[in-house]
């Protein structure tokens, strides 16, 4: 810790850095969600006042879930008063674990792993999954998910405590599942890091463009599941995952400000990290069975072996777009797409699509279906078009650089 950093604010960056580990661990220890989620609350709090008395412990993570476990102990017995079993359940969990078990151990044996696996159980529904996953996982809030889902944040309320009860009454165990479970969960396990990621890469909303500790975290559980399943998806994931991430330094400047790829940096790119994911994602391709996680992962690829922007390869990237549209048809593809289409045909080639998907009347609410309609008036000449697409673009984001990236753009016209 910086000497000059007061211990609260080693604390908050603990909270932010370590708070769902350690709520992993919890529930595994606990067996129970909302137990754990009030134990975590009440390790932070005695961290706060007790770390400034006592000093920061060596080990700040196997403290909190230490603190954490006993507190909810200790909470169960309060309880026990008015509710006897109770008594028995927190005998039952004071000697499940002794203090010196290893309760952080990074072998494939994770606790956020296997917390992973146990939400994306194939008995919750799909929607269901992705909530309580992106809740309990990645820490993020209602409302934020409702954004994601473009729900109310009381439906995907109602949806977390659908799902905690039903892991509780079916008691679902807490575990990696066996090899031959694999294939009905591995699609929500990774589409659940695919989210984790992207939440990471562009928050969807707040004043920073990145979560840089969800991206980072998504690949190291990536990692991991690459270990346990060593199969053509899965490198693609996190091929795709290291690409993204190897440009974070590049992509804002010294004010927080959104770089887009033409203008950044290639010098700040982590090129071993390209490197390494290009290899993942030949392999990937090369395995068969490979889906539209690799294809997005070699879209990337091409980009970041590009030398300069000028000379990105726009005819290959058009092609996999072409193939992803194949595997999976979506509207946001085809939107990416005409960006691709537009560096290899010219702008009125882009907008002719964009106002395809807009004649369908999809993506409306989707701030980037303007920005790029924008953007291709701009290289036509058509200002005032441009304008107001910007301003429908800027209606729409939630989130700080990119609003101040619109407006940058707005005020050059």
Same mark, same amino acid.
């Given at each position: 810790?910086?000497?000059?950093?007061?211990?609260?604010?080693?604390?908050?960056?603990?909270?932010?850095?370590?708070?769902?580990?350690?709520?992993?661990?919890?529930?595994?220890?606990?067996?129970?969600?909302?137990?754990?989620e009030?134990?975590?609350?009440?390790?932070?709090?005695?961290?706060?006042?007790?770390?400034?008395?006592?000093?920061?412990?060596?080990?700040?993570?196997t403290?909190?879930?230490?603190?954490?476990?006993?507190?909810?102990?200790?909470?169960?017995?309060?309880?026990?008063?008015?509710?006897?079993?109770?008594?028995?359940?927190?005998?039952?969990?004071?000697?499940?674990?002794?203090?010196?078990e290893?309760?952080l151990?990074?072998?494939?044996?994770?606790?956020?792993?296997?917390?992973?696996?146990?939400?994306?159980?194939?008995?919750?529904?799909?929607?269901?999954?992705?909530?309580?996953?992106?809740?309990?996982?990645?820490?993020?809030?209602?409302?934020?998910?409702?954004?994601a889902f473009?729900?109310?944040?009381?439906t995907?309320a109602?949806?977390?405590?659908?799902?905690?009860?039903?892991?509780?009454?079916?008691a679902?165990?807490?575990?990696?599942p066996?090899?031959?479970?694999?294939?009905?969960?591995?699609?929500?396990?990774?589409?659940?890091?695919?989210?984790?990621?992207?939440?990471?890469?562009s928050?969807?909303?707040?004043?920073?463009?990145?979560r840089?500790?969800?991206?980072? #975290?998504?690949i190291? =559980?990536?990692? @991991? *599941? !690459?270990?346990l399943? $060593?199969?053509?998806? +899965?490198?693609?994931l996190?091929?795709?995952?290291?690409?993204?991430?190897?440009?974070s330094?590049?992509?804002t400047?010294?004010?927080?400000?959104l770089?887009?790829?033409?203008h950044?940096?290639?010098?700040?790119?982590?090129?071993?990290?390209?490197?390494?994911?290009?290899?993942l994602?030949?392999r990937?391709?090369?395995?068969?069975?490979?889906?539209?996680?690799?294809?997005?992962?070699?879209?990337?690829?091409?980009?970041?072996?590009?030398?300069?922007?000028?000379?990105?390869?726009?005819? #290959?990237?058009?092609? =996999?777009?072409? @193939? *992803? !549209?194949?595997?999976? $048809?979506?509207?946001? +593809?085809?939107?990416?797409?005409?960006?691709?289409?537009s560096?290899?045909?010219?702008a009125?080639?882009?907008?002719?699509?964009?106002?395809?998907?807009?004649?369908?009347?999809?993506?409306?609410?989707?701030?980037?279906?303007h920005a790029a309609?924008?953007?291709?008036?701009?290289?036509?000449?058509?200002?005032?078009?441009?304008?107001?697409?910007?301003?429908?673009?800027?209606?729409?984001?939630?989130?700080?650089?990119?609003?101040?990236?619109?407006?940058?753009?707005?005020?050059?016209?």
């Amino acid at each position: 810790m910086d000497n000059k950093q007061p211990i609260s604010a080693y604390i908050n960056e603990i909270y932010r850095q370590e708070s769902r580990r350690v709520l992993a661990t919890l529930i595994r220890l606990l067996r129970d969600f909302d137990l754990a989620e009030e134990a975590l609350h009440d390790a932070f709090i005695a961290a706060l006042a007790q770390w400034p008395a006592e000093g920061i412990p060596n080990n700040p993570r196997t403290w909190l879930v230490s603190t954490g476990r006993f507190k909810a102990i200790d909470h169960l017995r309060r309880r026990a008063l008015f509710n006897k079993s109770l008594a028995g359940i927190a005998h039952e969990l004071e000697s499940a674990v002794s203090d010196s078990e290893d309760w952080l151990n990074d072998s494939i044996e994770d606790d956020q792993l296997k917390l992973i696996f146990t939400c994306c159980h194939p008995s919750l529904s799909i929607e269901a999954q992705l909530a309580l996953t992106l809740r309990e996982v990645c820490g993020l809030t209602t409302e934020e998910i409702a954004r994601a889902f473009l729900a109310t944040p009381s439906t995907i309320a109602q949806r977390i405590v659908r799902a905690k009860n039903k892991i509780r009454d079916a008691a679902i165990p807490y575990e990696i599942p066996a090899p031959y479970e694999f294939p009905e969960r591995l699609a929500s396990v990774l589409h659940t890091l695919y989210l984790l990621f992207n939440e990471g890469y562009s928050a969807s909303s707040g004043e920073l463009l990145t979560r840089q500790h969800l991206a980072q #975290e998504a690949i190291r =559980l990536g990692r @991991l *599941l !690459l270990e346990l399943i $060593p199969q053509a998806e +899965v490198m693609g994931l996190l091929g795709l995952m290291l690409v993204q991430e190897s440009r974070s330094l590049a992509r804002t400047d010294e004010q927080g400000d959104l770089i887009i790829l033409e203008h950044q940096d290639r010098s700040l790119w982590n090129h071993a990290q390209i490197a390494e994911a290009s290899q993942l994602i030949q392999r990937a391709l090369n395995m068969g069975g490979f889906g539209v996680y690799s294809v997005q992962a070699a879209i990337a690829a091409v980009h970041a072996e590009a030398p300069n922007y000028a000379d990105t390869d726009w005819i #290959e990237i058009v092609g =996999l777009y072409d @193939l *992803l !549209l194949r595997l999976s $048809p979506s509207p946001v +593809v085809e939107l990416n797409r005409a960006v691709a289409l537009s560096m290899r045909d010219g702008a009125s080639a882009g907008l002719q699509v964009i106002d395809a998907i807009s004649a369908h009347g999809e993506l409306q609410g989707y701030y980037l279906l303007h920005a790029a309609r924008a953007e291709f008036y701009c290289q036509l000449g058509q200002v005032d078009l441009a304008k107001h697409a910007y301003e429908q673009a800027l209606a729409l984001t939630q989130q700080e650089p990119e609003r101040r990236f619109l407006l940058s753009k707005l005020a050059s016209l």
